[in-house]
Structures are given as structure tokens and as C-alpha cells.
């Protein structure tokens, strides 16, 4: 029997990469990672690559059954030079600590894209909709636009396996969020990058895109849409002690650059200090605060502070191998 095989990675474009994918198709394919191929592709065509050496090879990292093709699976792959080396543009390459003691739940936020009006569904052609609030997950034809997208999606998700722990509708029109969760760095940044190019297919079919941008509405009164990182190690699960969570806070608080850096293109479109968010020159943390940069969940604080914290800041265009990799970095700078 035939499988395809589709190879999934990140191209070169600057300051935000978009998803790529091509399919092989392999015979007597078992389904395991181990058994995915070494493959390349012309990365002249995807601005990882001059005309004259443009081969850059594809190293399958993960692997998934592919529920909307027959005999189908995703192969979420890195890209690497063609002496093997990491390519620039490879994020997960930047996660040289995978302690899988670190979890990552990350609340993927995003807006349904009609690229006939360019705007979103729920959107009239010129104007606005009534204004946010109603559309927080709402139900009704009034309220809530593109669920068929949405519900489409999560059912693809949980067949291939990916752990999409949910979905809402977020405060405007056309705005959806899924939260995806798993243990280590690269996992979390696997799962969630296969979930957003299941997304990206899935409303094709509908013909729809997904705009990623952090504020595609621009300079409005409507929230922009983030990523936010929610983690834990084992100490912060298991120990029970309030200044173990104020050190990390702190230690995060001396490191904004490091963190904006790599916590998405135009954020400071988002990072006003309004809509839900601190501005993005500014640091702040709180229980139950969604104003912060760092929220703890009130939850964390009921179970004897035992669980997670909340960084608000990532935007929905982020990289989340790259976020990873710095919450574990700073986590573990503050002892």
C-alpha cells in the first residue's frame, strides 16, 4: 500500500515565516518517525537559499496520521543546510535545553481571514460590527462566525493525535483561539505548529485564510490576538512555595528584550497596555491580572501555589519553538 507523506516546515521570510509543505509518497510506510526519509526541497523559492546552492534538506522531527487524506500522515520536518548544519531560519534549533521536566500549554489565538473582502467573517464591507463583547464565546449567527471552520479543525486535530485541549470564541468578530498542550520545548513547539498548518488547510476548504498578525485590525478598539505561553516545571507543580513563582516573575522582569525578541514581528501593535495587555517596554505581574505581562492563575494560588504561570505577551505570529526556548532559559536562571 501507498502512503503520502506530507513534509511539513518553515520558510525563510522575514520577519514572520509562513508554513511550506510537499508530499511524498512511499510504499509499505510504517507510520514511524524513524522511517521518515531525510528529504530537500529548492530553498531559492523559499528565501533559505541562493539559485546557484539551493538545496536545503528537510529532517523529520515528528509525525501524526493525516485524518483528510487517505493513507496520509504530516511529517513536521527542520530545515538544515546541505552539510547537515541548522539553517538560520530553523527555530526549533534554538531549544538546546528539551528538559522535558518544562510543560507548555500555549492558547493559540487568531482571526478567520476572507480574502474577498479582507476582512473578517462577521465584518460588513465597510465599517464595523457591533463592538467586542458579545462575540466571546458566543453562540448564534449573530455572534459567532466561521464555527464550521473551527469545529472542523478540532475534530482533524484530535483524530491525528495532537493534544488540542480546547476551543473558544475570542472577544471579536471572526476571532477563535485553540489550546495546545505537551511536555518539553520541542514537543510543544511540534504539536503547535502542526495544529496551525491543520488550520491553515482546514479553512481552505472553506475558503477562508488565517491572519496571524498580533492587531490585523490596526489602530482599533478590537483586542489583537496573542499566543499565550502558559508553563510549569517540576517545582513549580510539586513544591508548593510562593517564592519560587515571585523569583521566576522577577527573573523574567530583568529580561524583557530577550523575551520581545522573540515573541513575535509588530507586537508593539498589541503591547499598548490596553486590550488585556501591559505595553511592551513595561513588566508586571499578578494574580488573576490580565493586564500583566505575567499572569498566575488564580488556581495556582487555591492549590497551595502549586501549577503554572501565564506570559501574556507572545503574539500569535510567534514562533513557539523560539518561546519556548527562552521561558526555559530564564526559568532556569532564577534558581
Request: aromatic content about 10%.
Amino acid at each position: 500500500m501507498k502512503s503520502k507523506l506530507e513534509y511539513i516546515w518553515l520558510d525563510g521570510y522575514k520577519p514572520t515565516q509562513s508554513l511550506r509543505s510537499k508530499t511524498l509518497v512511499r510504499s509499505d510506510f510504517s507510520g514511524k518517525l524513524e522511517d521518515c526519509p531525510m528529504w530537500n526541497f529548492d530553498g531559492s523559492s523559499t528565501e533559505q537559499a541562493e539559485g546557484n546552492a539551493s538545496d536545503c534538506l528537510l529532517k523529520p522531527v515528528a509525525v501524526i496520521p493525516d485524518p483528510d487524506r487517505r493513507n496520509g500522515y504530516l511529517v513536521m520536518t527542520e530545515v538544515l543546510n546541505a552539510d547537515g548544519t541548522a539553517h538560520e531560519s530553523n527555530g526549533r534549533a534554538t531549544i538546546d535545553d528539551d528538559d522535558e521536566d518544562f510543560w507548555f500549554g500555549f492558547e493559540q489565538e487568531y482571526f478567520l481571514w476572507d480574502p474577498e473582502t479582507d476582512l473578517p467573517p462577521g465584518f460588513p464591507h465597510k465599517g464595523f460590527p457591533r463592538p467586542q463583547g458579545p462575540y466571546y464565546c458566543s453562540v448564534g449567527a449573530n455572534n459567532s462566525y466561521g464555527r464550521e471552520v473551527v469545529e472542523d479543525h478540532l475534530d482533524i486535530c484530535l483524530e491525528a493525535g495532537l493534544n488540542v485541549e480546547g476551543i473558544n470564541g475570542e472577544v471579536a468578530a471572526g476571532q477563535w483561539e485553540f489550546q495546545c498542550f505537551a511536555k518539553s520545548a520541542k514537543r510543544a513547539g511540534d504539536e503547535t505548529w502542526l495544529a496551525r498548518y491543520i488550520l491553515e488547510r482546514t479553512a481552505e476548504k472553506y475558503g477562508l485564510a488565517i491572519e496571524w498578525h498580533p492587531k490585523p485590525l490596526g489602530d482599533t478598539d478590537w483586542n489583537g490576538s496573542g499566543m499565550h505561553a502558559n508553563f510549569s516545571n517540576g517545582a513549580m507543580r510539586d513544591l508548593g512555595k510562593e517564592e519560587i513563582f515571585t523569583k521566576i516573575c522577577e527573573q523574567f522582569g530583568k529580561n524583557i528584550k530577550r523575551h520581545i525578541d522573540v515573541y513575535g514581528a509588530d507586537n508593539d501593535q498589541r503591547l499598548t497596555g490596553l486590550h488585556e495587555t501591559q505595553a511592551i517596554d513595561e513588566f508586571s505581574y499578578g494574580v488573576a491580572d490580565r493586564g500583566a505581562s505575567i499572569r498566575i492563575p488564580v488556581v495556582t494560588v487555591d492549590d497551595g501555589w502549586k501549577g503554572r504561570l501565564e506570559d501574556r505577551r507572545p503574539s500569535s505570529n510567534a514562533d513557539p519553538y523560539k518561546v519556548a526556548a527562552v521561558i526555559v532559559k530564564t526559568t532556569k536562571e532564577a534558581g
